[in-house]
Nanobody, 127 residues
Framework: QMQLVESGGGLVQAGDSLRLSCLASGRTISTYVMGWFRQAPGKEREFVATISTGSGSTYYGDSVKGRFTISRDNAKRTMYLQMNSLRPGETAVYYC????????????????????WGQGTQVTVSS
């Protein structure tokens, strides 16, 4: 059973940057579609970004376009989320997720697409 472990969360001020990491245990992630989601208290889980296999095409939620960057290092079995210009409303628990073969046909922005999830890392943005 693969495990995903997020790290890099913390307390920052509005406008600051933070980089999250997601390490997959024991397996290469080269064939996995990987994604980041976040969930604030009392709100539904929200799609943040995803990165495909192969060419590594990326897609972002509208609210983070131009500020967040998703990337992956298959050799290190690690995915990253670089977050710049953070806003107080982005305080949430951030989760990484993986869709493994055979790939789900759900949209990349849907949480049900993903088979494995990490435990989450807290990001708190103060104003």
């Amino acid at each position: 059973q693969m495990q995903l472990v997020e790290s890099g969360g913390g307390l920052v001020q509005a406008g600051d940057s933070l980089r999250l990491s997601c390490l997959a245990s024991g397996r290469t992630i080269s064939t996995y579609v990987m994604g980041w989601f976040r969930q604030a208290p009392g709100k539904e889980r929200e799609f943040v970004a995803t990165i495909s296999t192969g060419s590594g095409s990326t897609y972002y939620g509208d609210s983070v376009k131009g500020r967040f960057t998703i990337s992956r290092d298959n050799a290190k079995r690690t995915m990253y989320l670089q977050m710049n210009s953070l806003r107080p409303g982005e305080t949430a628990v951030y989760y990484c997720a993986a869709d493994v073969p055979p790939y789900s046909t759900y949209s990349y922005s849907s949480s049900v697409k993903y088979d494995y999830w990490g435990q989450g890392t807290q990001v708190t943005v103060s104003s």
